[in-house]
């Protein structure tokens, strides 16, 4: 079973910004991909990043040229730098893994990220 912890949420102004971090414990056989989702309430959640184990990224269309993913494989965790935020980011933001071989997919307990002035 895979634990995520999740830091790093809060409040900030627009414009202003974040770093959220996600560790990752308790796999037998390792961590392939590594993202962040987030969601607002009455709403789908929706893709945020997700950083393959090699270091490939995909973003959603509306973070990309302001939020960055990466990863540290060797300590599984993965953080997102939020830059240039917009109310319309706020949303819990939440950590996902999947394993690998069993490929289930782990999510974290979510930490809210709210923007505004």
């Known amino acids: 079973q895979v634990q995520l912890v999740e830091s790093g949420g809060g409040w900030v102004q627009p414009g202003g910004f974040l770093r959220l971090s996600c560790a990752a414990s308790?796999?037998?056989?390792?961590?392939?991909?590594m993202g962040w989702y987030r969601q607002v309430s009455g709403k789908e959640r929706e893709l945020v990043a997700v950083?393959?184990?090699?270091?490939?990224?995909n973003y959603g269309d509306s973070v990309k040229g302001r939020f960055t993913i990466s990863r540290d494989n060797a300590k599984n965790t993965v953080a997102l730098q939020m830059n240039s935020l917009k109310p319309e980011d706020t949303a819990v933001y939440y950590c996902?893994?999947?394993?690998?071989?069993?490929?289930?997919?782990?999510w974290g307990q979510g930490t809210q990220v709210t923007v505004s002035s």
């Open positions: 308790g796999s037998r056989f390792g961590i392939n991909d």
């Open positions: 950083i393959t184990r090699g270091g490939t990224t």
């Open positions: 996902n893994v999947r394993e690998v071989f069993t490929t289930r997919r782990y």
